[in-house]
Structures are given as C-alpha cells and as structure tokens.
C-alpha cells in the first residue's frame, strides 16, 4: 500500500516536471535563444569577414601607401630623374657624335677627340723683338675634330742630341684642347740674358715633336717649321712652357 502511495504520488511529480521542463524548452526556443545562438555562429564568420575586410581594406591602403609616396611612385621619380639625367647626357653626347659638322659636336665625346701632331695642324714660329731670346710657337687646328695638345713641345734644332726641358710653373689647369681652327701656343727661352748659358750655337731647323696621353710618349707626325734666314740662336739654358689656349698666360715668362 505504501509502495502504491508512493508511486501514485511520485507519478504526478514526474508528470509535472516533465511538462514544466517541455514547457521550459519550449519558452527558451520562444525566446530565440537557440536562434540567438545560431545566429551568433553565423554572425561570427560574418563579422570576422566584415573585420577581414576592414583590415584588407587598411592593408589595402596600408600597400598602396608606401608604393604610393615612397615605394613604386617614388622608385617611379628616382627613375623618371635618372632616365633624364640619363637621357640628357645621352642626348648631349649624341648630338656631338651625330652633328652635320663634327666641329660643332660633343667636344668631350671621344669620338670627337684626336691628338694635335703635325697630321692635322700648322705650326709657325715668331721671334719677337721683346723679351729678348724668345720664341713663340703657334699652333693651329687645321683638322675637322678637336685635338688635344697634351703636355709641352719637344725641340730639336738641327741634330741636337737632347731636347730641353719645360718650366712647370707654366702648366695649366687642364689639358689645351682646339676646335678646328683655333690655335694654342707655347714659349721658347731660347738662351740666358746673361749669358750664363753654355754650347751656344745657330739652329736653322726646326722640328716639333708632340706627346701623347703620357708624358715622354709619342704624339704622333711631327712638324717641321720654318725659322728666320739668318736662324737662331740658343744655348744650354734652352726651355719650353706648356702648350696653352691663351698667349696672355706666358707673355711675361
């Protein structure tokens, strides 16, 4: 009897709490707390895609920032100045090799450049009146290029068997290059005033020998020039200046 009770009782209980748990999961499913939760896993994605966005989009800006104003732009000037840097020079250096008159080229283009020797210039000789025992060499361009007159003439009168020497405080600052036509020039102390000097005698020929891109080397053909009837006169003192553009710079050697 007892055990029936207890059961009877028991059953209802059961019963109810079973229909206040269905009732529960239902109110919870009402409430959309399993939607809720559903729609929080798929809002997941949704938003990390929205935030994947965002931050492809800041990397997005993020690339084209630095490609922008320091990476591909710039790159893009650096380039642009070093081709016309580039291009000037080029252009320079074709409009030299290319020119209707090589005289009028690129005096620097190689292309452009020979040695002055006795090839492709004139060479004259004056005794002034003042200083004494001087000569001035002249020297001009008769060539379609320009030439360079490298380092100072080597003399010889005659048969002499040793060539003077050049006074280097008279060298200049770069090497003396002529355009077609134009001329550099060279002193001559031909003896000493006191007569200090030694082996004296009369040259009446005269050849010019030119250097070339090394001191003592040969520059090439030489020049003989024409001297006074009666020659000159030199001794062991015998020296040369550098060749130079302008006459003004050994005037008062």
């Not at 009770?5 to 399993?34: E, H, I, M, Q, V």
């Not at 580039?86 to 283009?109: E, L, M, R």
């Not at 001559?188 to 003592?216: I, N």
């Not at 302008?246 to 008062?252: C, G, L």
Request: net charge positive.
């Amino acid at each position: 009897m007892r055990d029936r009770r207890t059961l009877r009782t028991r059953t209802p209980l059961l019963a109810a709490a079973t229909a206040a748990l269905a009732a529960l999961a239902l109110t919870a499913c009402d409430n959309g707390t399993g939607t809720k939760d559903e729609g929080a896993a798929r809002h997941t994605p949704s938003a990390s895609a929205s935030t994947g966005a965002s931050s492809g989009t800041r990397t997005s800006a993020d690339a084209k920032a630095p490609q922008g104003s320091t990476g591909s732009a710039a790159k893009g000037t650096q380039t642009s100045a070093d081709t016309h840097r580039s291009g000037g020079t080029q252009g320079t250096h074709a409009s030299g090799g290319s020119g209707g008159s090589k005289a009028s080229g690129n005096p620097w283009d190689p292309a452009n450049r020979v040695l002055c020797n006795g090839s492709n210039t004139k060479v004259t000789a004056q005794v002034p009146a003042r200083p004494l025992n001087h000569m001035l060499l002249t020297v001009k361009n008769t060539g379609s290029k320009y030439c360079d007159l490298t380092y100072y003439p080597v003399l010889r009168f005659d048969g002499m068997q040793w060539a003077p020497g050049a006074d280097e405080s008279t060298q200049p600052q770069a090497v003396t290059t002529l355009a077609p036509g134009e001329s550099g020039y060279a002193g001559v102390l031909l003896s000493a005033a006191d007569g200090s000097g030694d082996g004296g005698q009369t040259g009446h020929k005269l050849t010019v020998y030119f250097q070339g891109m090394t001191p003592h080397s040969d520059g090439g053909a030489t020049a003989n020039v024409a001297l006074p009837a009666k020659g000159v006169y030199y001794d062991s003192t015998l020296k040369v200046t550098y060749w130079v553009s302008d006459p003004s710079d050994i005037a008062s050697w």
